[in-house]
């Protein structure tokens, strides 16, 4: 049976874009199958005690710049011309968070996380108005208001929050995180490991 690689992702994350748009060819060179897991990014941060790398490195000198130095290489390596900073950042993902929910309850999950994770990382949008996401959500085709009112869906809500509390409980404290099988992997920079762990897991 072929390995599962659990994602777990917010759209507030900009590692987790740059993951997301790598993992597709690792699931086709290991014939691992990748389970998008939305989890709240602030939400774990608070659980785990963690603060985001802006926050946390602002005042170690050179760090932030190092960081941003390795995201222009992997952009680079990975051919993801698309990716732009987002102007806005950080940019509060609870709306489009349970919006993600939400869609997939309705069976547009894969056109919904599409439509924002270019919102977020490639057109620089402010995801955390409501009436921009309302608008990306209309030009991709979508139902705006169906999906907007949903996120305040108790069930809905309940689910992010549950999957946030369980990927806290699992050992995740940020974004983007990875599991194959049992094995965690943190970052995009452990990518490699991750598809080594899903290969060893392939079916002979």
């Known amino acids: 049976m072929p390995a599962t690689i659990d994602f777990l992702f917010d759209f507030g994350s900009p590692n987790g874009y740059l993951a997301w748009k790598v993992l597709p060819n690792i699931a086709e060179r290991t014939g691992a199958k990748v389970n998008i897991v939305p989890v709240l990014l602030g939400g774990l941060f608070k659980l785990t005690n963690n603060r985001s790398p802006v926050e946390a490195f602002a005042g170690v000198k050179n760090k932030l710049a190092y960081e941003g130095l390795e995201t222009k290489r992997f952009v680079a390596k990975h051919g993801l011309s698309a990716y732009r900073s987002n102007p806005h950042f950080p940019v509060n993902t609870l709306l489009i968070m349970r919006g993600l ?66 990927a806290a409980a699992r050992g995740a ?28 897991l392939a079916p002979a």
């Open 173 to 200: 404290f940020g974004v983007p995180t990875f599991f194959v099988g049992e094995e965690m992997f943190f970052g995009k920079d452990r990518l490699g490991q991750v598809e080594e762990a899903a290969r060893e």
């Open 101 to 166: 929910i939400a869609a997939r309850r309705m069976g547009v999950g894969d056109r919904y996380l599409e439509a924002a994770v270019s919102a977020m990382w490639e057109q620089g949008l402010k995801m955390d108005d409501p009436a921009v996401v309302r608008d990306v959500l209309q030009k991709a085709g979508l139902d705006a208001e169906a999906l907007l009112a949903a996120t305040q869906d108790p069930e809905v809500k309940a689910e992010l929050m549950a999957n946030t509390e369980a």
